[in-house]
């Protein structure tokens, strides 16, 4: 097999390689570039990677990735309210809170469900979002065992996102105050299926029993939601901290394609994007749940 720089296409659309089948051989190759960087996180490959080019490893982001163009200011830049400088005192300002928190261990307890795969479908939004409502339920129910609420339930009926093609968490969350939530016990475990739509979500979810004879007595709805912040762009690390004290959070962000060979570590793109976002909107394409923050060291080691 001939060398190649497979880092140098991980962010390039027009390159032919991009959406050629890899053998998990060369995705380990990928792997190993990364690691080369030492830039703080661990890469690696991963058995279902085995065939699919980085096209198809895209696809589980949503909407495929485009071109940075020209950033033009518009209106919303005159008219939208600065997001608060960083404050010098930030340090003291979170020195009420504790040193570390996870959702995941709170005195020995979980409330957060076991980390899932999206499978090929850019569901990120879905996924967190539905897993975050899950989570503060249970908090706010004082209850870890509280049935999950169905992801599927969003993913293939909400009209205000585009399935498995990709969405926004904040407008699951408002599809989920509008419509509701059903729990799994009701609708089924996540599947993933790229061409479902919601009436036959719906069939196969009611092949037991209606939703609504099932969920009866147990109603649930989102009954408020917003930005941390309060508004768009007000978000800072104090706020995401205060917030996660009342239960886990979702979380937008624009990772670069050696995201999806994520191991362990800080991660941070081994490709580094001089390209500033424009003022009044980040660009983001993935959607995480976000359980707690903390601190820990330990040593880097990459394997050959």
């Not at 479908?121 to 967190?128: E, I, P, T």
């Not at 004879?213 to 649930?220: I, L």
């Not at 999806?260 to 660009?283: A, C, F, I, T």
Request: charged share 25%; net charge negative.
């Amino acid at each position: 097999m001939c060398s190649s720089d497979l880092l140098s296409f991980l962010h390039v659309i027009d390159e032919p390689n991009f959406v050629a089948p890899l053998s998990f051989a060369q995705h380990k190759e990928v792997a190993a570039d990364i690691n080369k960087a030492n830039d703080g996180w661990v890469a690696a490959a991963y058995p279902e990677y085995d065939g699919l080019s980085l096209s198809q490893l895209n696809k589980r982001a949503g909407n495929a990735r485009y071109h940075i163009r020209r950033e033009e200011k518009s209106f919303l830049a005159l008219a939208r309210r600065e997001a608060p400088a960083k404050d010098e005192k930030a340090k003291s300002a979170t020195s009420d809170l504790p040193e570390e928190l996870s959702w995941r261990n709170v005195n020995g307890t979980s409330w957060v469900d076991p980390v899932s795969d999206q499978g090929e479908c850019g569901s990120c939004y879905a996924v967190s979002s539905t897993n975050m409502l899950t989570s503060r339920h249970r908090v706010a129910a004082r209850d870890p065992k509280a049935p999950a609420f169905s992801i599927g339930f969003s993913l293939y009926c909400a009209d205000v996102n585009q399935g498995c093609n990709g969405g926004y968490p904040f407008l699951t969350s408002m599809w989920s105050q509008d419509v509701g939530l059903v729990t799994t016990e009701c609708a089924g475990k996540y599947h993933v299926d790229t061409n479902l739509e919601c009436p036959a979500f719906l069939k196969h979810a009611e092949s037991k029993q209606k939703l609504d004879q099932c969920m009866e007595g147990k109603e649930a709805a989102v009954t408020n939601f917003g930005y941390v912040g309060g508004y768009y762009g007000a978000c800072t690390e104090e706020g995401m901290m205060r917030s996660l004290l009342d239960g886990p959070i979702t979380v937008a962000l624009e990772p670069a394609m050696d995201f999806m060979y994520y191991k362990s570590g800080v991660y941070r793109s081994v490709k580094k994007d001089e390209k500033k976002p424009s003022q009044e909107w980040l660009k983001v394409d993935h959607a995480v749940l976000l359980i707690g923050w903390g601190e820990r060291s330990e040593e880097r080691r990459v394997g050959k």
